[in-house]
């Protein structure tokens, strides 16, 4: 029996996925980008919608880059993100407003791959999570960071 999927990762080059007839469970995210039969079919020079490059027929995050350390979001988008975006304001709306402050705003972001929207989108949300979380532990710390305190001495 022929595998059916070829599975890649949309954050890193891994390609162990590559011949599979069921999709792992551990992975993220996972979207079906095309059959196999349209990767089979070869690609016309001057079709921009795709690539000979996109070997996959799923797309998803692995687990390796699932624990990635949230830090490799691009210092520009942090930076905006940080000066901008009150940790109140939608996830959505901070998408929005990173893309649009992009030097070419809307029509760089559709410039990017595919991969890389979805990177740069994730980027987005994680730095925007983070901050939220920063804010929550300061403004309402937990009881067990209280009782630390006290034990101390504090």
Wanted: hydrophobic content about 30%; overall charge negative.
């Amino acid at each position: 029996m022929t595998s059916q999927m070829r599975l890649a990762c949309s954050d890193c080059d891994r390609n162990d996925c590559d011949g599979i007839n069921q999709l792992p469970e551990d992975w993220e995210g996972i979207e079906e980008m095309q059959t196999l039969e349209q990767l089979r079919r070869e690609v016309d020079i001057n079709d921009q919608s795709r690539s000979p490059l996109e070997w996959y027929t799923h797309l998803g995050t692995c687990p390796d880059c699932q624990k990635r350390s949230n830090d490799d979001c691009h210092p520009i988008v942090r930076q905006i993100i940080d000066r901008d975006c009150h940790v109140s304001l939608s996830v959505r709306d901070v998408v929005e407003h990173v893309i649009s402050r992009l030097r070419d705003g809307q029509l760089a972001f559709q410039s990017l791959a595919p991969v890389d929207r979805r990177r740069f989108i994730r980027q987005c949300i994680e730095c925007h999570r983070k901050n939220w979380q920063l804010y929550v532990d300061v403004m309402y710390p937990s009881n067990s960071g209280r009782e630390a305190e006290e034990a101390d001495g504090s």
